[in-house]
């Protein structure tokens, strides 16, 4: 530091890392060649900033169609955490630590930041600083031109000590009212200290909600009937004041309390009110990215299949589930079907498998065993047979060469037989709506060749 010379002044410059707040009280001092500093000059400042927000997430996997919440948390409880669903600019989809997601579909990126102060435009409308006059209670209105929420007031006050401020209110004008204490409402009693005359002092009173148009009366009066607050005698001139937002035009000094007028008298002091949606609060941290993994697992145990009685399939699940649940109450992750532990017919098996998040799948497969051989799939070159499904009628068509000889079976899936035919032309019609519905197996055979076909009656 260079040293000052008498009568000259100069400008000392220190930096404060404040990104994270702080508190401090910087004292600054003069000194001398003097060994004495306690009459050195000093002055103190207080140094107070709300530091800036940060925001920490958490990544989630759910099952697929499951609610589930996206948390994420401030590093103040007094901070608002914001939703949103893209990294710049796009559409807020809700508040708080958590997001609720419902029955989501597919993975996606929800995107947060964490807002520190309110979240709506805070503005103030000062009259003057000037007062002529000394007195007790002033009255005056306030215009809204647009919405806003009127939330504390400051006016400047003549007495020291610790005094109350008493504030009544109304819903229009306080001209015509100023000696009818019934068309008023107490607005709230708010004490202050007050270290110097002339001090301006905040009041702070319940929120008070206007619209476009509305006039808010306000009455103001020192506790202590011997008490003053300041304002300006404009010498008969009416004065106003205004912004976009509202407008207080001159009021009216008055006696303690309800007592005698003095117009026109211009309040000294600030109306303090908010309005609007502000999503950036006083400031925000960066916007962070968070993850929601959507699972569906899938269990596949293939087509279904019809075997013959000697036969046997092993149904495997190779998901890596953590746990299974067969049909027959078994839960490992395969299963053995054979006529050992199924029966003779259709068999209708399914599994249920739970992963280590709880998503579950299922799958179901019908395995079929019957006596009969050579079961092929009835799309062949040599004949047709459909409708398949059926609602009962089944037509039989045949090459020149199968149309003699061909015996016709139809057996139930208990391997039944309930139809023996000879076919003696090259198309037969087979009439099964006397049967319940359900699988059928139609068997064409001759010395030389047999064929069988699985139909479905429905």
Not at 116 to 129: K, P, V, W
Not at 229 to 255: D, F, M, P, R
Not at 297 to 307: E, Q
């Amino acid at each position: 530091l260079q040293k000052i010379n008498a009568c000259t002044s100069d400008t000392v410059s220190i930096i404060i890392n404040s990104y994270n707040g702080v508190n401090l009280n910087v004292r600054s001092f003069l000194t001398s060649l003097e060994i004495n500093n306690t009459n050195d000059t000093t002055n103190t400042v207080n140094l107070y900033t709300k530091g800036h927000p940060n925001i920490f997430s958490n990544n989630d996997t759910t099952c697929f169609g499951a609610n589930t919440f996206l948390t994420a948390n401030g590093i103040s409880s007094s901070d608002t955490t914001i939703w949103y669903d893209s990294l710049i600019n796009g559409n807020i989809l809700g508040y708080g630590d958590t997001l609720l997601l419902n029955n989501p579909t597919s993975s996606q990126t929800y995107f947060c930041e964490s807002v520190r102060g309110n979240l709506f435009f805070e503005e103030t409308l000062f009259t003057t600083t000037n007062t002529t006059t000394n007195w007790n209670g002033i009255m005056f209105d306030i215009l809204a031109l647009d919405t806003i929420t009127v939330d504390s007031l400051m006016i400047k006050i003549n007495t020291t000590g610790q005094q109350g401020v008493v504030s009544y209110k109304r819903t229009g004008s306080h001209f015509g009212n100023e000696m009818n204490s019934s068309v008023w409402t107490l607005w709230g009693i708010d004490t202050v200290q007050v270290n110097n005359i002339g001090d301006f002092k905040a009041l702070n009173y319940s929120d008070e909600l206007l619209y476009p148009n509305d006039t808010l009366g306000i009455y103001l009066h020192m506790q202590n009937s011997s008490a003053q607050l300041s304002y300006q005698n404009t010498g008969g001139s009416n004065t106003t004041y205004s912004n976009n937002k509202i407008e207080i035009a001159s009021g009216t000094g008055i006696s303690y309390t309800y007592g005698t007028t003095y117009y026109p008298r211009n309040f000294s002091g600030e109306v303090f009110y908010h309005h609007g949606f502000n999503p950036s609060g006083e400031c925000t941290s960066d916007r962070i990215p968070v993850n929601i993994e959507v699972l569906n697992p899938v269990i596949n145990l293939g087509s279904d299949t019809i075997l013959n009685l000697s036969q046997s399939i092993l149904l495997s699940e190779n998901s890596n589930f953590n746990s299974y649940l067969w049909s027959n109450n078994s839960n490992g992750s395969q299963l053995l079907v054979d006529t050992s532990n199924f029966n003779i017919g259709n068999n209708n098996i399914w599994v249920e498998g739970i992963n280590s998040f709880g998503c579950i799948a299922n799958d179901t497969i019908d395995v079929t065993f019957s006596n009969l051989t050579n079961i092929e799939d009835f799309s062949l070159q040599n004949l047709k047979i459909f409708p398949n499904p059926t609602n009962g009628i089944i037509n039989i068509e045949f090459e020149n060469k199968y149309s003699k000889n061909i015996n016709i079976q139809v057996f139930n899936i208990y391997g039944k037989v309930i139809l023996n035919e000879k076919n003696k032309s090259q198309k037969i019609t087979i009439n099964l709506k006397s049967y319940t519905n359900g699988i059928y197996f139609v068997k064409l055979y001759n010395e030389n060749d047999n064929k069988t076909f699985k139909i479905i009656k429905e």
